[in-house]
Nanobody, 126 residues
Framework: QVQLVESGGGLVQAGGSLRLSCAASGRTSARYVMGWFRQAPGKEREFVAA????????YYADSVKGRFTISRDGAKNTVYLQMNSLKPEDTAVYYCAVDVASAWNARMNSKDYDYWGQGTQVTVSS
């Protein structure tokens, strides 16, 4: 069992930046795929970014590529999402998740992930 706790959300003006953190309980595995998803009211949960815990390979949704950066700190068992040049359409609850089976080819599919954090609200004002 993996427990994930997100933090770092808040209110920011368009063009600003936020860094989200996702702290994982216990020792993480090199097999893990860690992902960030977001969900706005009335919309489906949307893939944002993913990273292989072992090796650090990353993947981004087209909507955030070039603006967001996913990274991890092995010593802290923490995954980060650095969000720059934020837009109002980035407003959503952001969730981190882990796929313990390391199904990298399904990294964009929320159903492939096994454990989820509770989410952190990001609001971008115009």
């Amino acid at each position: 069992q993996v427990q994930l706790v997100e933090s770092g959300g808040g209110l920011v003006q368009a063009g600003g930046s936020l860094r989200l953190s996702c702290a994982a309980s216990g020792r993480t595995s090199a097999r893990y795929v860690m992902g960030w998803f977001r969900q706005a009211p009335g919309k489906e949960r949307e893939f944002v970014a993913a990273i292989k815990w072992g090796g650090g390979t990353t993947y981004y949704a087209d909507s955030v590529k070039g603006r967001f950066t996913i990274s991890r700190d092995g010593a802290k068992n923490t995954v980060y999402l650095q969000m720059n040049s934020l837009k109002p359409e980035d407003t959503a609850v952001y969730y981190c998740a882990v796929d313990v089976a390391s199904a990298w080819n399904a990294r964009m599919n929320s159903k492939d992930y096994d454990y989820w954090g509770q989410g952190t609200q990001v609001t971008v004002s115009s």
